[in-house]
């Protein structure tokens, strides 16, 4: 009996030694990396007399070409478009496919009377995602306030149809609402529309949303608050629900852009400044919502094809 007694002993304590070198070995599981999103916004010029490289076009030096050369590089989740032929579309969806990287899309023309767009002259804006769209989502909202702005070419003149398109989708897997803007700097009350149409109560709250987009106007603009959930100085009330990529980049806190508030008082965590994007302004921008992303930063980078900066931005969700 004694000697069956050692022999468990034994065996436990044999047993105990193995789970322990196991778990040593092992160590301590060690916490899942934050899930990650990847923006890449570019407005491409596509058809402007400021850009005669593209007028139109999709082959080898055009802003198309451009897109998918560094959305090989970056790898974006998302990329949204602004100032894109609906050629010019439909070709980078190909190139995209044939590059290896291909995505969804969706697209919306805010004019059909652009003569370097082809024969419909269509010309606006897309958002495409590595993930499928769904079929039935909030699509484009044309906005109320116009600024009575119009098109005028071939003696045909134009109201333009500028709106905000958004693509029900997912990234990482997880659901995602990924829009874009164009908006008209003589009318600010766009960006008052985004934000409603982007508030929680229209945008279910469990749904993340991230925009992107050439908003012509620059960070201090009062008409930003009701995207920036932060206010640009002591004292101000923000109005919106949005972080922006570059408004934790401390080395453009003081020496930002053209129209951007300087933040050099009280080491403030956050800035509505960032990288210029167009000349010496900062105009185009990426934001993700506060409620399911806790920060993110971004680049702005400057290529021929385009008088816009392209702007990668990656946003970490809660």
Sequence with gaps: MRRLVRVAAVVL??????????????????????????????????????????????????????VVKEASAFAPDLITLNEICAAQYEALLEQLAGSGRPMHGTYASSQDNVPNCGPTGAFGTAVLSREAIESEGPGYRRFSRTGDETYANGGRTVSVRRGLLCAPTRAGGKPLLACTAHTYAKAPGQLREIGDLLAEGPVPRETPVVLAGDLNLQPNEPALGYLYAHAPGPGGRPAGRFLEGDESDRAWFSQGSTGGVVCTDGEPERCRNGEPTAGERKIDYTFADTRHFSGGHSDAKLFGESDHAMVTAVFTRR
């Design 13 to 66: 304590a044999a047993a105990a030694a193995l789970v322990l070198v196991t778990l040593v070995r092992k160590g301590p599981e060690k916490p899942p990396a934050p899930a990650e999103v990847r923006v890449l916004h570019y407005n491409l010029c596509g058809a402007a007399a400021a850009c005669p490289w593209n007028s139109g076009g999709f082959g080898p030096g055009t802003s198309v070409e451009r």
